[in-house]
C-alpha cells in the first residue's frame, strides 16, 4: 500500500512521515481524519491505543472526548506507517497534547501492547503508567468491573 505524501509533509532518514493538517473528522476513539493543505483527506490511527468500538460501552463516549480535543484544530502527525486498512498510523499531537495519551489518560483506552515495540521507550513507559493511573483512579471505562479490551471484542464479534 502507497499513500501520497501531503504537501509540506516531509520524510526523516528514519523513514517517519512528519505532517500537518486539520483535524475534520473523527471515526472512533482511535482514528481521526485529518485535511491537509492539498484538499485530500487522510485517515490517522493513533499509534500506541486501542479504544473501544463504538458497540462497546464507552465507544461513543471515547469518540466524543476524541472530537472534543481535536475538531477543526492543527493536528501534527508523525508517522511510520500504514495499517492493514491503508489508515496512517502515527503519533498525533495537536496544540502539544499527544491524543492518544491524553485518551488512555481519561479512561477511553488501553495502552495496545502488541505494538508497543513501535513506539519510544518514552512514550511506551508514559502510556502504560497513564493506562495504570485510569485504571486506579476508575476514569472512563476503568469504571466498568471488568472492561472488555476491543481486540477481544473484536475477536468475538468475528466468531
Known amino acids: 500500500m502507497q499513500a501520497q505524501l501531503p504537501p509540506g509533509a516531509t520524510i526523516t532518514n528514519d523513514g517517519i512521515l512528519l505532517a500537518q493538517g486539520r483535524v475534520v473528522g473523527v ?45 477543526n484544530l492543527t493536528a501534527n502527525v508523525e508517522a511510520h506507517k500504514l495499517d492493514r486498512y491503508g489508515r496512517v498510523l502515527g503519533k498525533v499531537t495537536v496544540e502539544g497534547k499527544d491524543l492518544a495519551l491524553t485518551q488512555i489518560q481519561n479512561g477511553c483506552g488501553w495502552h495496545y501492547t502488541a505494538y508497543a515495540k513501535e513506539q519510544s521507550e518514552a512514550d511506551q513507559t508514559a502510556y502504560a503508567a497513564a493506562e495504570k493511573q485510569a485504571r486506579k483512579a476508575k476514569r472512563g471505562l476503568w469504571k466498568e468491573k471488568q472492561p ?9 464479534k468475528a466468531k
Open 27 to 71: 471515526s472512533d476513539g482511535d482514528t481521526i481524519t485529518v485535511l491537509a493543505s492539498n484538499k485530500r483527506q487522510y485517515k490517522i490511527r493513533l499509534q500506541g491505543i486501542d479504544a473501544p468500538e463504538k458497540a462497546q460501552p464507552y465507544g461513543q463516549k471515547c469518540k466524543e472526548d476524541l472530537l472534543t480535543q481535536a475538531v
Open 148 to 156: 472488555e479490551a476491543p481486540w477481544d471484542f473484536r475477536k468475538h
